[in-house]
T-cell receptor
Framework: GESVGLHLPTLSVQEGDNSIINCAYSNSASDYFIWYKQESGKGPQFIIDIRSNMDKRQGQRVTVLLNKTVKHLSLQIAATQPGDSAVYFCAPGPGGYNKLIFGAGTRLAVHP | NAGVTQTPKFQVLKTGQSMTLQCAQDMNHEYMSWYRQDPGMGLRLIHYSVGAGITDQGEVPNGYNVSRSTTEDFPLRLLSAAPSQTSVYFC?????????????FGPGTRLLVL
């Protein structure tokens, strides 16, 4: 069945460093991927998405890389700030957002 | 715009009690959904709706009912609460059903069933 896994359940970084959060997926048919950020006590918030016909997409301080060969994507956060501390979810979808499968999440802890 | 709002923020129920979790959005979004989030697990889809009058089951629908009489509101009903339904519940909406549409999540309702 579909599964989404995260390599590191908790990631601790120093403020100012770059962060890389990884995500593996199992469904080769996944054609759309979303990263969400969830701060403590709040609902998930959309960060960035990428379609399967792309291998890289950049946003403000964030970059998502997609490697369809090994079914892996990563979220890179440049110059990590304390406000980046949150749980980050990847969600691959084989079409239609009711088919999105959310991973358990990776907690990013930013230390001063 | 208030976005997606949920009430209550926190609720304690006894086993067998019923309640309704409220969700409303003021963005005129067609697509709304309910998720539950349990410790160490990702969001799991309970029910969703592609528009007023249309609902469908998600991954974990058992024990929950929904209705969509208006575009704005999408209540989630627990008919007979069970301890296994202790969770945090999130409502989300998006402009339409496509996966490419950004979902906007509410702040969540924390439910404890004793």
């Amino acid at each position: 069945g579909e599964s989404v896994g995260l390599h590191l359940p908790t990631l601790s970084v120093q403020e100012g460093d770059n962060s890389i959060i990884n995500c593996a997926y199992s469904n080769s048919a996944s054609d759309y991927f979303i990263w969400y950020k969830q701060e403590s006590g709040k609902g998930p918030q959309f960060i960035i998405d990428i379609r399967s016909n792309m291998d890289k997409r950049q946003g403000q301080r964030v970059t998502v890389l997609l490697n369809k060969t090994v079914k892996h994507l990563s979220l890179q956060i440049a110059a990590t700030q304390p406000g980046d501390s949150a749980v980050y979810f990847c969600a691959p979808g084989p079409g239609g957002y009711n088919k999105l499968i959310f991973g358990a999440g990776t907690r990013l802890a930013v230390h001063p | 715009n208030a976005g997606v709002t949920q009430t209550p923020k926190f609720q304690v129920l006894k086993t067998g009690q019923s309640m309704t979790l409220q969700c409303a959005q003021d963005m005129n979004h067609e697509y709304m959904s309910w998720y539950r989030q349990d410790p160490g697990m990702g969001l799991r889809l309970i029910h969703y709706s592609v528009g007023a009058g249309i609902t469908d089951q998600g991954e974990v629908p058992n024990g929950y009912n929904v209705s969509r009489s208006t575009t704005e509101d999408f209540p989630l009903r627990l008919l007979s609460a069970a301890p296994s339904q202790t969770s945090v519940y999130f409502c989300a909406s998006s402009l339409d059903r496509g996966a490419q549409e950004t979902q906007y999540f509410g702040p969540g309702t924390r439910l404890l069933v004793l």
